[in-house]
């Protein structure tokens, strides 16, 4: 990194910011000694996992239940469409038997 920093020309393209978080990266970067962030990372995800999985099945038990809910509403509503058909036949034909008469 400090080759490639060294070959860059002073007048270039290169920002007094950039240069200067440049230089503070290979003067930190010098000394420092890498630590592996890994186990870190890996509690993260295992508690993105396990929060994942605690919403997909809250999310899958109130889906069923409102698929559920949903269902016998559908039932009901279909004997209620089957009793008001044959109520509305009834009435006709007694209105076409009125209808007759007069």
Known sequence: ???VI???PSS?????E???AL????QEGSGAKY???SFTVQGILVDMYDTFAADVETATRAEASANTKFEEYIAVKTVELKD??????KKEGEKAEAEVRL
């Open 1 to 3: 990194v400090r080759a």
């Open 6 to 8: 060294s070959a860059l």
């Open 12 to 16: 270039g393209g290169v920002s007094s």
């Open 18 to 20: 950039r240069a200067a």
């Open 23 to 26: 230089s503070e990266f290979l």
């Open 35 to 37: 630590m592996p962030q």
């Open 84 to 89: 008001m058909e044959a109520e509305k036949a």
